[in-house]
């Protein structure tokens, strides 16, 4: 039995294509399920309901979508390094669109009509999540990628994963599955449903109506990280966030350690500076209200001593001005005194003459009655030897 190496293998292979006529030439339709261009080069993917075939463009110029249908034309080749078969097409002509394209959009103008692809049902994400739940393969790649950006901006994150087919017959099926675990386990903040890029074969168990209803109901906000940034399923829609790869998902629900001190370290110091400042602030309030009020005290207390003064000095003037009201009532009391006073009188010439206790009157005396007369400085008795009318005004 004769062995063969892989690169003789691969040269025979190659021999055998590179020599059939059939092969050369050729027109193949089909829709497309991937394509995308890097340099000038497209590289896509036909397929039809049974099978698919790589295919790629040099000096490619025309962008198409997945989905569309179209006609290339060119020849197949193999190329032993990688062991791969390739249509190299030379030229692309659009033919229509899509079956499974076409299933696709239906779905998506369904459902948005039916609002479940409306804000206002999409739940927020929490501004710190401790826990994930990632619904995708345990084997692949994308699972990796979320750890290690977790791992790296926050050790502390815990991640439950719930290992699913995320590409063939039960991949709906396990996913949904998922979902529902992760929706009734209470200790799981977020969930991430996710895999990497692929044709929209690929992704069609993201496509499906009742994976979308599920996803709709669920009570945890759900993030689809599903394929590359330009791949576009009925999940993105659906869900409560849509990250344009795993690893974009990973850092929406990561937030950084070191971010996260350095913010706290920024709210104390900022909250150190309000404090002092309110306080600054409030002093200088306070300082103010103080000097305020012994200004205003200040200037009650002068405005009182004023009119305390004022009516110390009225009332010393009036006071003053009794006084000499009084003092000149009372001379002018003692004056008329002095001048009533008997004493003074009887030295002016005038006597006191009395009938025993009473002074003499017309109807207290007689011819012949003795009298007392007090003159100044003498007292003596006299007899009246005469009496007649007199009066005083008239002098007679």
Do not use: W
Not at 168 to 181: D, F, K, L, S, W
Not at 280 to 295: K, P
């Amino acid at each position: 039995m004769k062995i063969f190496t892989v690169s003789q293998i691969n040269r025979v292979i190659k021999d055998l294509i590179d020599n059939e006529i059939v092969l050369e030439e050729i027109t193949v339709s089909g829709e497309l399920s991937s394509f995308s261009i890097t340099r000038n080069i497209a590289y896509f993917t036909l397929k039809d309901s049974e099978s698919m075939l790589n295919c790629v463009q040099f000096g490619a110029k025309s962008l198409f979508n997945i989905g569309d249908l179209v006609e290339c034309h060119g020849n197949i080749k193999y190329y032993p390094k990688g062991g791969k078969l390739t249509f190299n097409v030379q030229s692309i002509q659009p033919c229509g669109q899509g079956e499974l394209y076409k299933q696709y959009l239906l779905l998506k103008d369904k459902l948005e009509k039916e609002g479940l692809f409306d804000a206002e049902h999409k739940i927020p994400l929490p501004r710190f999540i401790n826990s994930i739940g990632v619904v995708t393969s345990k084997t692949g790649a994308v699972l990796q990628d979320i750890k290690n950006i977790t791992s790296r901006r926050n050790p502390n994150l815990e991640i439950y994963v719930y290992d699913a087919q995320v590409q063939g017959n039960y991949a709906v099926e396990q996913v949904i599955e998922g979902i529902t675990y992760f929706d009734n386990f209470s200790d799981v903040d977020a969930i991430i449903v996710a895999r990497g890029g692929g044709s929209i074969e690929d992704l069609s168990p993201f496509n499906d109506e009742k994976l979308a209803r599920i996803a709709y109901i669920c009570n945890k906000p759900i993030i689809s990280a599903v394929g590359h940034e330009t791949d576009f399923t009925i999940l993105d829609f659906v869900a409560d966030m849509r990250a344009p790869t795993p690893s974009a998902a990973a850092e929406l629900v990561t937030y950084d350690l070191e971010e996260l001190k350095e913010y706290i370290q920024s709210l104390h110091y900022t909250i150190l500076s309000d404090v002092q400042k309110c306080y600054d602030d409030s002093l200088s309030r306070v300082n103010m209200a103080i000097m305020d009020i012994e200004h205003q005290t200040n200037a009650l207390v002068g405005d009182n001593i004023l009119y305390v003064n004022d009516i110390f000095n009225r009332l010393n003037t009036n006071i003053d001005q009794s006084l000499q009201n009084t003092r000149y009532r009372v001379d002018s009391a003692l004056n008329t005194l002095d001048k009533l006073n008997p004493v003074k009188l009887l030295k002016t010439g005038y006597s006191y003459v009395t009938n025993g206790n009473e002074p003499i009157s017309s109807k207290n005396t007689a011819v012949g009655d003795v009298v007392e007369i007090i003159a100044d400085k003498v007292k003596f008795d006299a007899q009246i030897t005469k009496k007649e009318k007199f009066d005083v005004r008239k002098g007679y």
